[in-house]
């Protein structure tokens, strides 16, 4: 058995509700959806026909996704990997605890699902939440694994919930 | 955006209209990249790719793909409609160059009290016709001469509400 009480009591861990440094803004609206390729008019910084059911202008269905950035005045791991060539890019910005007992098995992308509720304004401010919602294993052709399912949870500043999103990792 | 769909006019086995991406060159997943802040070498520094990573050559980002998925269904609802989930897997890597031809199916439909809710099977192919993204969507439709979805979306009784 690779679940344990120990890797059971990570589940319902969670984070603070953190707020994204950055309001949604019209020009960080546009370039991502130029760069998704997806120019609807819903996303134009002013009211019209196809924005105007959601309240005015909105962002792209998954912008809140990738609100979560790297504030100023905290440490800049790209200045501070500027020498290392092995340095991956990676900035990881939003986590939870590792889980100790399972940190010798590999991680694997088993999925993801998102859950909307209602587009991002312009001008609103986005928290993210996160907590691992469930761990299981189960009996796979090459052994026993564990699917570790990450829940993240996007509320406005006025507390509505925008999305859910649920990760699957898989562990083994 | 298409004329407004309608939850009467849908059946199972209709397929959507195709939503294709590309080719994707080196300046959309530079765009893509620094439109997020993903400073993640793998889809703009082709040695560090290859050499590193030991990859092909640099790859089309999950995040980008999950955008394309999105779009397809967005774009199928309409304005009085609403996508309420989306889930999905990464099955195959896509490598810059790669064209992505995103389809959909319509696998069921369910009728309630205030719009219908439509399964759609769902996934990204590319130009060889490998799919590397398999999926599935709810989508809440209207009933034609009736109301638009609610919105923010209201899950349907008996569902993990928006609380």
Redesign the interface.
Same mark, same amino acid.
């Given at each position: 058995m690779l679940i344990t009480d120990e890797v059971r009591s990570y589940i319902g861990l969670s984070s603070e509700a953190d707020f994204a440094c950055d309001a949604v803004e019209a020009g $960080?609206v546009r370039? =991502?959806a130029? $760069? /998704?390729?997806?120019e609807?008019p $819903?996303y134009l910084g002013e009211t019209n026909d $196809?924005n105007r +059911?959601?309240g005015g202008p909105v962002a792209?269905? &998954?912008f809140a #996704?990738?609100m979560v +950035? +790297?504030p100023l005045g905290t440490p800049d791991p @790209?200045q501070n990997n500027a020498l290392n060539? &092995? =340095?991956?890019? /990676? @900035?990881p910005v939003a986590s939870l605890p590792g889980i100790k007992p399972l940190s010798h098995l590999a991680s694997l #992308?088993?999925?993801?699902?998102?859950?909307? =509720? +209602?587009y991002a304004r312009h001008g609103e401010r986005v928290s993210l939440k996160l907590s691992y919602a469930d761990i299981t294993e189960k009996e796979s052709s090459k052994g026993p694994m564990v699917l570790v399912v990450r829940q993240y949870e996007f509320r406005t500043d006025g507390g509505? &919930?925008l999305m859910r999103a649920r990760m699957t990792t898989i562990r083994r | 955006m298409a004329e407004q769909l309608y939850f009467d006019d849908v059946r199972p086995g209709q397929e959507l209209p195709r939503l294709t991406k590309g080719p994707l060159g080196e300046i959309h997943l530079f765009r893509w990249s620094a439109a997020m802040e993903n400073w993640h070498r793998i889809h703009y520094d082709r040695r560090f790719a290859q050499e590193q990573d030991k990859l092909p050559d640099l790859l089309v980002n999950g995040s980008l793909k999950q955008q394309f998925i999105t779009q397809i269904v967005k774009d199928w609802a309409g304005r009085d409609g609403w996508v309420w989930k989306v889930g999905f897997q990464f099955r195959a890597m896509n490598t810059v160059g790669d064209t992505l031809h995103v389809w959909g199916k319509v696998k069921s439909t369910e009728r309630l009290q205030d719009y219908g809710l439509v399964v759609v099977e769902l996934g990204i192919v590319n130009q060889d016709g490998k799919e590397n993204t398999p999926g599935q969507a709810t989508v809440a439709l209207p009933f034609r001469g009736g109301q638009p979805v609610p919105y923010p979306f209201v899950p349907p009784p008996g569902t993990q509400a928006a609380a």
């Open positions: $960080a370039r =991502f130029q $760069a /998704i390729m997806d609807d $819903a $196809a +059911r959601f792209p269905p &998954l #996704n990738h +950035r +790297r @790209v060539p &092995l =340095f991956d890019g /990676i @900035v #992308n088993g999925g993801s699902e998102f859950e909307f =509720f +209602r509505e &919930l | -």
